[in-house]
């Protein structure tokens, strides 16, 4: 038995730093160029052992899309650059083992902080990004720390906060079809819903959502830090529909390059449009949990 408790089998057991400081770096550089490679040519194949879960869907239908509309490149393709990164590193038993980076970006404004969660699922997997927000300065939480300045990774099941890391799905979308107390007021949960529930009364076009939590696998787990408060950052994914049916001698028109390049089918009288996100909240002990951000994007698309 360790001093921790945990029996160590293969090391799997063992409470250890998921990442070393210089190996947290290097897979940010990595990552770093396959992006910008993938970004450059359209081609998603560059860069897809570098990004996982949420963000792969992200930014798979960016690139799908990118390359059906330019073949040869992106024109508008300027590097990402990541600088100024900070780790926090969590210590935690077994696998998956993961990672933040919170990163300042060439990109959008200059003081944003662009938070990059790296997954690993398995010693022969190389690090790979999960989920990526972007949080206003004020907004970055700070995080429970050891004596070594370790991070404290929080478990899916936890009881301790106000909606486990592991029911966030499930509560966002619910949240979206029936409204609810468990999130707070703001853009990304009054504020769409309202908009949501005012496009679907427009006449012509009748427009319907579904959302859906996504847990399955490694690559889409929740990820939680423990921040001083008690409470916790929480990352985790949603996917999203929304049908358009179109009233008898009303056309849906597609303007929107991004969509006519995903787009399989007809469209006869409705689109339906997927979508992939991934949230970073502020899950309390006790309270509303509070929207920081939602980054989404377009996956798919189907005309019937």
Known sequence: MTASGCVVVHGEREVVPSATRPEAARALKEFLAAYNKADKTNDRSADASRVTGALADIDGGKLEAGHETNPDGNPGHVPLQLTDARFTIPKKAGWPRWFVADTHANKGSASAHWLLVFTRTDPDKVWAVSYLTILAPDDVPTFAKDKDGWAESVAANDPSLAVRPSGLGAAYASYLKSGGNV????PHTSQFRASRL?????PGVARQYLDQPLTDGGAYAP?????????????????????????????????????????????????TREFVSNQAVLDPEQGQ?????????LTGAKGE
């Open 183 to 186: 999130f707070a007021p703001g």
């Open 198 to 202: 005012a496009s679907a009364k427009r």
């Open 223 to 271: 990820l939680g830090l423990r921040t001083t408060d008690g409470g916790a950052l929480v990352f985790f994914a949603t996917r999203r529909y929304e049908k358009q049916t179109a009233a008898q001698g009303v056309n849906i028109t597609v303007t929107d390059p991004g969509v006519k390049a995903l787009l399989t089918g007809e469209i006869k009288q409705s689109l």
């Open 289 to 297: 949990v509070k929207f920081l951000s939602r980054v989404e994007g």
